[in-house]
């Protein structure tokens, strides 16, 4: 039988409460948005499968909650990651601050070679804005992140955060692969995935184009 998809990334979405993580996820994996503000309790996740150069990529994206006093159960999570989205809120300016704390936890917690986006989201409230766009790609470029201003409202640039931090993953497992002696990047990565919901069944945590 054949398999359902070539390659599976395990995606992280971490930032402060409130700037839009999990509405981000359902917009990307439901193509739905809520204005209702339900705070996700411990971490939650949702898996959408996309077309990506020809090859099949099931993406599983973990949504952590942004409280303090869920960090022990989140940061649990950073190190099986590929990719990880650090999301702020273009109208909290407290929020884009707290970057520079979760880019440290990513240092501290994630592999050294994980691929990370910065995401200013909300941008559908200009109004409210007290984040400017410069000031996003300034720090975006201070840690050599991507960078997309989006809004889980309007669903603008919520797809194309999601690819492009796919993409960033697969060329960096094919380029792997291609190396002398390097297991198959597909393969590994289904792997790694297997390992995390083995660890995983015994647990259960409930819980916006410049």
């Known amino acids: 039988m054949a398999k359902a998809y070539d390659y599976l990334f395990k995606l992280l979405l971490i930032g402060d409460s409130g700037v839009g993580k999990t509405c981000l996820l359902v917009r990307f994996a439901e193509d739905n948005f809520s204005p209702t503000f339900i705070s996700t309790i411990g971490i939650d996740f949702k898996v959408r499968t996309i077309d990506l150069d020809g090859k099949r990529v099931k993406l599983q994206i973990w949504d952590t909650a942004g409280q303090e006093r869920f960090r022990t159960i989140t940061t649990a999570y950073y190190r099986g990651a590929m990719g990880i989205v650090l999301v702020y809120d273009v109208t909290s300016q407290k929020s884009f601050q707290n970057i520079r704390t979760w880019i440290g936890n990513i240092n501290e917690h994630a592999s050294s070679d994980v691929e990370r986006m910065l995401l200013a989201n909300k941008c559908d409230m200009p109004d409210r804005r007290m984040v400017a766009t410069e000031q996003g790609q300034k720090l975006a470029a201070e840690y050599q992140l991507r960078f997309l201003e989006t809004s889980a409202k309007s669903g603008s640039n919520v797809e194309e955060a999601f690819f492009l931090l796919a ?43 410049l």
Do not use: V
Not at 171 to 185: E, F, N, T, V
Not at 191 to 205: A, D, L, P, W, Y
């Open 167 to 209: 993409k960033g993953i697969k060329a960096k497992l094919d380029g792997k692969r291609s190396a002398p002696g390097a297991s198959s990047g597909a393969a590994s990565s289904e792997q790694r995935g297997g390992k995390q919901r083995q660890r995983e069944s015994g647990k259960k945590f409930r819980c916006e184009i």
